[in-house]
């Protein structure tokens, strides 16, 4: 488990060994073995209740599994579909609470300032969540768990609320503020586009209880857009794993 300082030399971030999770009579999970490295932009992909807020749950420490080891190297930050924001702050004082073990208050100011620089809402700081758009929203989700120190995001399903073009901008945004501020990602989605677009590892989840069916490396690189050939190619073999061929959905 993480214990204080982390070493920079750290190369994998997470450790799953052979993890089984069941809720009473229910198997969700069949003995996963799973290692994010260091930097990756790992995907979770899978069909709806398969299991995977439960594996997310279970990274973060939140659920400890009924059996086998999980290994946490680093500090975790988590988003969610719905935005975790504080409805009674502004959204300076949402990012803030990010940074509360900043005791230099001019620091912590300085720090809110360029977040909210870096994800453009600038003349927003005194609003309300309740003032915005769910991207814009989103938006500062993102720069609430960039905010300060943390080495791993845990993003389940974070944009599966917005609409397809407020998704497809929050893609780009994620990939832009993560080459300001590097992190380790796992990203849950059962949007298989998304995933072929944002991911550098694919792991195709297989339905309850879920195992790893495909894992698939996608080099290509960023920014990439939904209809460049690298993302196509990716979004058919995910398709094909989750049995949903052209043919198939044909029948349907
Ligand atoms: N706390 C819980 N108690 C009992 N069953 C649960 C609990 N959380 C999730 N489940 C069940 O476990 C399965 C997996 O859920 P979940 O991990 O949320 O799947 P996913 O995120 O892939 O949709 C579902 O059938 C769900 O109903
Ligand atoms: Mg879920």
Redesign the pocket.
Known sequence: MYAGVMKDNVTTRLILENVSHD??S?A?LRNLNLAVMHGEFLVLV????????????ILSGYIKPVSGNVQINGIIRTVYQQDGLFPWLTVAENISMSLRDVKDKSLREKEVKELIALIHLEGFENHYPHQLSGGMRQRVELARVLAGDSDILLM??PFSALDYQTRLRMRYELVRLLSKRKRTVVF?T?DIEEAAQLADRVLV?AD?P?HISKELKIEAARPRNPTDDAVIEATKTILGELGLHSSVIKEL
């Open positions: 809720y009473g229910l969700v899978g069909p709806s209740g398969c299991g995977k807020t439960t594996l997310l749950n389940d399903e849950v059962h989840l309850r879920a």
